[in-house]
């Protein structure tokens, strides 16, 4: 039990990745929160089922949308299936991404197909959801938007370099769209993530990292201690970050109570990143 009391119903949040991970985890508790949710994702199948999971936490709407973050035309008919079934967004929290598949170095090793799925998913997939909903918030006046980027943005290195490019990219577009957007009373943000163990590890990158990194990382056998042992030992409190870490500053960012917030960057990361 914490101590903020989260209160979103009558809100209509719109989250994309919210198959799996921190997509899913904030969808659970904006449910929690009683907001209404029109949950996006590019797997149909497991978006479904997080809009099952949340409809057992709340007795407010609750569905689920086939929506690739690369496909203009998916975004828009999800937008405007959205608009149909809720009549307004009043919360989009644009957050599918992917993680890179091939580390350098050397640069070479890093074909341009690595480079072009990661940025358009991490950057232009960002670029085009928001482009798609920019126009609910400004006739409304009114609205938040947040976006994931990630302390790569800040911690890159050779091994992450398609990634934290893609990452800073979509700072930098969400920190000129909060000055567009600031003159329709709309608020752009944007969380950066430590470490949260979800498929962006757990689908092999943390042994990848293991691979290149070596050291004392060479200890662990398995996804999760490894990404464990990499968010503990740089991190000032020493420990990865939870999925419930991310909704909370999300659900933050959504509130009433943040509406002098915009254009910032919010490492939640347990002081893993010590300086910008
Ligand atoms: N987990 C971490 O430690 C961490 C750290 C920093 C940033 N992030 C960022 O957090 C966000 C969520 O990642 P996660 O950790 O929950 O991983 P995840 O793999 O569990 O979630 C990513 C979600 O995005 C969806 N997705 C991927 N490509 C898509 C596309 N083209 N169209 C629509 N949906 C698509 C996936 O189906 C999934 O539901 C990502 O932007 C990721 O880069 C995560």
Known sequence: MGNITWNFKGKVVVITGSATGIGRGTALQFAKAGADLALCDFNFEEVSRTAEKCQALTSGKVKAYKMNVTDVDEINAAKEAILKDFGTVDVLFS?????SKVMGPPLENIPDSDWESTFAVNTLGMVKVCRAFA???????????????????????????????????????AQAFSIEMGEYNVNVNVIC????????YSDGTALKYREAIGGPLKQFNDNESVMNFMA?????????????????????????????ITGSVINVDSGFVKRV
């Open 95 to 99: 957050n599918a991404g992917i993680a």
């Open 193 to 200: 993530p430590g470490f949260v163990y979800t498929n962006i």
């Open 232 to 260: 503990s030992a740089g991190s000032s409190l020493h420990r990865p970050q939870t999925v419930d870490d991310m909704a909370y500053t999300v659900m933050f960012l959504s509130s009433d109570e943040a509406s002098e």
């Open 135 to 173: 126009s609910i918030f400004r006739e409304k006046k009114a609205g938040k938007v947040i976006l994931t980027s990630s302390i790569a943005s800040w911690t890159s290195t050779p091994r992450t370099m398609p990634y934290s490019a893609s990452k800073i990219a979509t700072i930098s577009f």
